[in-house]
C-alpha cells in the first residue's frame, strides 16, 4: 500500500502550472497583409492548419488542433508566413479554445479586414471529448 500513496504523491505534484503565459503574449502585430488585386472576384481563401498549439490555462497542459480559415478578402490578402509566426505566438498562452477562435478571428478581421470570414478551432480530444469552435463575421459562409 506503501507504493500506491508514493505513487499517488507523485501524481499530485504533476498536478500544477506549467510556463503558462497570458494572452498579452500573442502577438498579432506580426500579421502582414499585401493589396489584393481582383476584390470584384469574389474569390475564397482557404488557410488550414494541422499545427495550433496552445494551453489549458487551469493545468498548463497542451491543447493541440486543426485551424481552418476560410475568408473572402476585400482589399487586403494575408501573408501566410507571417500568420506562422503569429500562430506560434500561442504556443505557451494558457487559453480555452472558445477565446483563442475569437481571438484569431477577431485579429484577422482587424489586419485584412475581408468581407466576410468563418474560423473553425477543432481541438484533438482530451479526456475522451472532442470539441471544435466555429466563428464567422460578418456572416456564415
Not at 80 to 103: C, D, M, P, T, W
Request: proline share 6%.
Amino acid at each position: 500500500m506503501e507504493r500506491v500513496n508514493e505513487l499517488q504523491e507523485k501524481y499530485r505534484q504533476l498536478d500544477r502550472q506549467f510556463d503558462a503565459q497570458g494572452e498579452e503574449a500573442i502577438d498579432a502585430t506580426c500579421l502582414l497583409t499585401f493589396p489584393y488585386d481582383y476584390p470584384e472576384q469574389g474569390a475564397e481563401v482557404l488557410i488550414e492548419t494541422e499545427e495550433f498549439t496552445a494551453v489549458c490555462p487551469w493545468t498548463g497542459l497542451p491543447d493541440l488542433g486543426t485551424l481552418t480559415i476560410r475568408y473572402v478578402p476585400n482589399q487586403l490578402l494575408l501573408e501566410l508566413k507571417s500568420f506562422k509566426y503569429y500562430l506560434l505566438s500561442f504556443r505557451s498562452v494558457g487559453i480555452v479554445q472558445e477565446h483563442a477562435a475569437n481571438r484569431i478571428l477577431n485579429d484577422l478581421v482587424s489586419s485584412c479586414a475581408p468581407l466576410r470570414i468563418n474560423l473553425t478551432l477543432d481541438y484533438k480530444p482530451r479526456g475522451g471529448i472532442h470539441t471544435s469552435v466555429s466563428v464567422s463575421l460578418p456572416n456564415p459562409i
